[in-house]
């Protein structure tokens, strides 16, 4: 926790190209990342189960232990609302995560009153030692009208700092002045979403962001690749495509060994 706490501490923004299983991990990892990161969407539908709390957690845990097994970076694992209502239940399951080898999590809002996600995190933070990044879903499910987000977002952050939180993440938030705001308003190391349209990093770093996370992005990219790879050789059997960018099963093997 301590390791992945300094790596928000800047002055470079932590990138995170989140993965979703124990073979995307050492792949980011081998790519040079300084931490590992899930995405809960992606987790979810490699097992064949929706986003949105739908994962059963014997799975998750199973997914957290493997990926824990493959790497030495520290790991960050995104628990959605936490699985639960009850702080003591979401306590129970973030401890449970620790224990498989998660040094960081992302617990959410959603949709539900601010209060829930403190109470949450303060249950988390008695229980276990853990990195916290709180996640406020206002622009994401458009909670409040866009002239009142960045309010709602600085006192749903200062909320979550009170309750122990040690990060704040704001997905959907793309105009430079109001991740300006944002930064300057909740003294938590701010993690933002990667969206077209959002600044640049070195940008991002200028207005105080800490933490940029790819999300389920990199999981639709590679969707959308099987899916184009898989429909052109059912409809023609053609070789040569598939060969073509592939890494060879050698290099792939050789990267368990």
């Not at 301590?2 to 792949?27: I, K, M, Q, S």
């Not at 959605?80 to 959410?108: K, R, S, W």
């Not at 249950?123 to 009142?148: C, H, M, S």
């Not at 050789?233 to 890494?247: I, K, M, N, Q």
Request: hydrophobic content about 50%; overall charge negative; some cysteine.
């Amino acid at each position: 926790m301590t390791t992945f706490r300094d790596l928000h501490a800047g002055p470079d923004v932590l990138l995170l190209a989140n993965c979703w299983d124990a073979g995307t991990a050492r792949l980011t990892s081998r790519a040079g990342v300084r931490a590992i990161a899930t995405s809960s969407a992606a987790v979810a539908w490699s097992h064949g189960y929706p986003d949105g709390d739908a994962l059963p957690i014997a799975l998750h845990l199973a997914t957290i232990r493997s990926i824990a097994r493959v790497i030495e970076l520290p790991l960050s694992v995104d628990a959605e609302a936490g699985y639960a209502t009850d702080p003591g239940a979401v306590a129970d399951t973030i401890a449970a995560f620790v224990d498989a080898g998660a040094a960081g999590i992302n617990l959410e809002d959603a949709g539900a009153p601010a209060e829930l996600l403190a109470h949450k995190i303060a249950a988390i933070k008695q229980r276990v030692e853990v990195f916290v990044n709180a996640r406020t879903d206002v622009y994401l499910r458009g909670l409040v009208p866009p002239a009142e987000r960045v309010a709602e977002v600085i006192a749903r952050g200062l909320r979550y700092r009170d309750a122990g939180a040690d990060g704040l993440f704001v997905p959907g938030v793309i105009e430079p002045s109001e991740i300006a705001a944002i930064a300057a308003a909740v003294d938590l190391p701010l993690n933002v979403l990667a969206r077209p349209k959002l600044p640049a990093v070195a940008a991002l770093q200028a207005l105080g962001v800490r933490r940029l996370s790819a999300g389920s992005a990199l999981a639709q990219s590679a969707w959308a690749r099987m899916a184009m790879l898989a429909r052109d050789f059912l409809a023609d059997g053609r070789s040569e495509p598939l060969a073509e960018h592939a890494v060879t099963h050698g290099e792939i093997n050789a990267a368990f060994l």
